[in-house]
């Protein structure tokens, strides 16, 4: 599938920035099931410092914001070539070894909530791979998709707990589980083009756990299936912080408003 991203994000303040860095982890990884045609990031309001890989192997950009500005606009046009493989990314590669993804984070620190659901799973699923359809099918029906209700700094105890939450929160919540069964699970950010929208809401997020003999593949809580075509992979990590499309920090009080327009549709 041929798929075409437009992506600008827009900030204002109400008072001139004296000084802010920003991460932008936006650039799609090279991996199988996918091919960048070609992808530009351009700024307004602000300066490149520079790019480098992560640990994770994501592409980082750090940018800093020009000295009294007031908006800043960062603009992505991308074209990409995917492949349907049923979300099986393959053997593990990059920087961080497998037994890496098995670390819990303030994010997927695993509470006494936590640990009930992965007991409550059947026992008698004997595959790695039903057994974790059949955990991302559990969250769904225990934590309702909700907008508004949850933030960025919102773990997997809490939203588990509450019953509500987003991609995120779905995400966080079977990586800290299934690494509970002992699997190796990370976070990725992506986009995913609906069917039945150009105009997307925002960037979106799910997990991947590495099953033996089978590799790393995808699960998408939210929507109750493994990556298809539609999903362009961008950064991964232990969690959201590692993964964070952007990132940083700010000098002075000035309050911040973001508005983003997202386009995925296939060409």
């Known amino acids: 599938m041929h798929l075409n991203i437009s992506h600008v994000t827009h900030y204002t303040y109400n008072e001139?920035?004296?000084?802010?860095?920003?991460?932008?982890?936006?650039?799609?990884?090279?991996?199988?099931?996918?091919?960048?045609?070609?992808?530009?990031?351009?700024?307004?309001?602000?300066?490149?410092?520079?790019?480098?890989?992560?640990?994770?192997?994501?592409?980082?950009?750090?940018?800093?914001?020009?000295?009294?500005?007031?908006?800043?606009?960062?603009?992505?046009?991308?074209?990409?070539?995917?492949?349907?493989s049923d979300g099986i990314i393959g053997k593990h590669g990059g920087f961080a070894p497998l037994w890496y993804f098995n670390r819990?984070?303030?994010?997927?620190?695993?509470?006494?909530?936590?640990?009930?659901?992965?007991?409550?799973l059947d026992s008698s699923i004997e595959s790695d791979v039903a057994r974790l359809h059949s955990l991302s099918e559990l969250i769904a029906n225990k934590v309702a998709y909700e907008t508004g209700k949850t933030h960025s700094e919102t773990t997997a105890e809490q939203s588990l707990e509450a019953g509500h939450g987003v991609c995120q929160d779905h995400a966080h919540i079977f990586i800290t589980a299934s690494r509970l069964m002992g699997f190796p699970s990370r976070y990725v950010s992506g986009y995913l083009m609906m069917n039945d929208r150009i105009?997307?809401?925002?960037?979106h997020a799910w997990a991947e756990t590495h099953i033996m003999g089978v590799g790393w593949v995808g699960f998408d809580i939210s929507n109750g299936i493994s990556p298809d075509e539609r999903y362009i992979r961008v950064a991964t990590g232990l969690d959201y912080r590692d993964a964070a499309p952007v990132s940083g920090l700010r000098v002075g009080s000035s309050d911040e408003t973001m508005n983003v327009s997202l386009q995925v549709q296939q060409q």
């Open 199 to 203: 105009d997307q809401d925002a960037t």
């Open 104 to 120: 819990s984070t303030p994010l997927t620190k695993p509470g006494k909530n936590l640990r009930s659901l992965v007991k409550s």
């Open 16 to 84: 001139p920035v004296h000084y802010a860095l920003q991460q932008v982890r936006l650039t799609p990884k090279s991996t199988g099931g996918q091919t960048i045609l070609s992808w530009d990031i351009s700024l307004a309001g602000g300066k490149k410092e520079l790019e480098f890989s992560d640990q994770h192997n994501n592409q980082v950009l750090l940018f800093s914001i020009e000295p009294e500005s007031t908006e800043v606009t960062l603009k992505i046009e991308g074209e990409i070539e995917t492949t349907n």
